[in-house]
């Protein structure tokens, strides 16, 4: 762990290694190395990285279709959670947000999964839906958050 600050940068191939160690202890269903690697080539999917030097300490990501955005991930890594790396995140997403013209971001998340839905709550996401059992590994319901932005 390094006390250097934390910047948000845009994901780089290198990056993965550390990034996939953070996935598959931040979530129970984690996803493979393959559908990163897949995901990446895609021209609306967007992935950033927290760092703090050359250390990862988070990631994000999402993809956006005209003035729509999907927030499909947001991690951080597990002894540095409830530090702000997921406010960080938050706050760079709605930046970048703005400097598209998004006007509406959507997320799914986890019925029970109480960091990330106070993190949404905070960034004002409101449940407008949901998706019965909609995660395999579990048979979880997925909330369907949304928030309209401004403009
Ligand atoms: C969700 C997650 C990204 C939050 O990141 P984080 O860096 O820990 O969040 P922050 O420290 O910036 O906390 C921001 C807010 O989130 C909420 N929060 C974070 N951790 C929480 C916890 N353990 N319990 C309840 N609320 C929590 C709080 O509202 C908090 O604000 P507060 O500290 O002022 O109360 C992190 O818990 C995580 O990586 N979880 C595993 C992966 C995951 O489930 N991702 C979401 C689905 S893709």
Not at 22 to 31: G, H, K, M, Q, S
Not at 37 to 49: A, F, G, M, N, R
Not at 105 to 111: C, D, G, K
């Amino acid at each position: 762990m390094t006390d250097e600050p934390i910047n948000i940068v845009r994901f780089e191939p290198d990056d993965l290694d550390q990034m996939m160690a953070i996935e598959v202890r931040a979530f129970t269903a984690p996803w493979s190395r393959q559908s990163y690697e897949d995901l990446v080539t895609l021209d609306s999917i967007h992935i950033w990285v927290a760092k703090s030097g050359e250390e990862v300490v988070g990631y994000m990501l999402y993809q956006f279709w005209g003035d729509e955005l999907e927030l499909h991930v947001i991690a951080a890594k597990p002894e540095r959670q409830r530090s702000g790396i997921g406010t960080l995140l938050m706050e760079h997403m709605l930046t970048q947000a703005g400097l598209i013209g998004i006007r509406r971001i959507y997320l799914l998340v986890r019925q029970t999964n109480d960091a990330a839905l106070n993190l949404y709550k905070k960034y004002g996401f409101k449940v407008v839906g949901m998706r019965h059992k909609y995660y395999r590994d579990n048979g979880e319901n997925a909330l369907l958050m949304c928030m309209d932005r401004d403009g």
